[in-house]
């Protein structure tokens, strides 16, 4: 298979997608390109461009991407296990805003401060995957399946996590305001484990049904945030803000009560909740 890009009649690249393991294309133009199913093992693309390339179903299993444009790419059943994508600087991340990514395989890779604005990620499993300072604003990653994941100050205003488990997973201080969690999974695998949301934004999120058990939620902000049907037993949620959330039929068996914000949130029609005789009549 050959890979032809044209710009102003010219071939820009042509190249063989079956010898591309380890290849060195960096700073290439290879928008639009057709590398569907191609053997990109360890290749190096960085700072390149293949905005529009078509990527389905092809292998970069350690390739390095930093820096490169994959907007509104075709990534789907990509496997970029160990791929490196993000920097600890956003000007060197890649960027993959559009991108569509369902189906595939990102465990152990690296997005750190990666833009996927607008992103589709459904599907994906991002186990052990880096994603702190990634910006997933309106993403979907409904029914995504995380294990150990870092996504610390993750930026997913918007975004849709319906179904999504993530076990163990780490998302202190991400925003995750108006975002739509309703049914996601974000408890442990280990008896004693936990997942962490500590310092999240959460403010007028869908956590309809969401299970959160033993979930580290230390002063998060949930006000106006929907958590009706959701199971927060023995969630730690001291300092946490639920001004105005909606608690019907929510559990909290377990849950120290005596520093949460709860004015305007209908406790009265919780489950278990021990509220503080002195929290009894707020409004």
């Known amino acids: ?36 199913n191609a053997d990109l093992r360890g290749a190096h693309l960085e700072n390149s ?20 444009h994959l907007d509104n790419a075709d990534m789907q059943g990509t496997i970029l296990t160990h791929a490196r994508l993000g920097s600890n600087r956003r ?33 994906t499993t991002l186990n052990r995957v880096d994603m702190s300072s990634v910006d997933c604003t309106e993403c979907n990653l409904s029914e995504s399946v995380s294990s150990n994941g870092i996504m610390i100050h ?40 936990f997942s962490a949301i500590n310092l999240a934004n959460l403010e007028s999120a869908n956590m309809t049904g969401a299970s959160l058990r033993n979930i580290a939620a230390e002063e998060c902000n949930m006000k106006r945030a929907n958590l009706t049907d959701a199971d927060l037993t023995h969630a730690v949620l001291s300092g946490t803000i639920m001004r105005n959330a ?15 914000t709860m004015n305007f949130a209908n406790f009265s029609e919780a489950l278990n909740a021990n509220i503080p005789s ?3 009549d707020l409004r």
């Open 154 to 193: 993750a930026n997913m205003p918007g975004a849709n996590l319906r179904k999504a488990e993530y076990r163990d997973c780490h998302l202190n201080s991400a925003n995750l305001y108006g975002a739509d969690l309703s049914g996601i999974l974000l408890e442990s695998s280990q008896e004693e484990g």
């Open 91 to 123: 000007a060197a991340a890649a960027v993959l805003d559009g991108a569509n990514l369902s189906g595939a395989d990102l465990s152990d890779s690296d997005l750190r401060n990666v833009s996927l604005r607008g992103a589709n990620l459904a599907n």
């Open 1 to 36: 298979m050959d890979i032809k890009h044209k710009k102003s009649g010219e071939i820009l690249a042509s190249i063989d997608a079956g010898s591309l393991s380890g290849a060195d294309l960096r700073e290439m133009d290879l928008r639009g390109a057709d590398l569907a």
């Open 49 to 68: 461009d293949l905005t529009d390339a078509d990527l389905s179903g092809a292998q970069l299993h350690t390739a390095n991407l930093q820096g490169a």
């Open 246 to 260: 909606n608690v019907t039929n929510a559990n909290f068996s377990n849950v120290e009560l005596a520093s949460v």
């Open 278 to 280: 002195y929290k009894r």
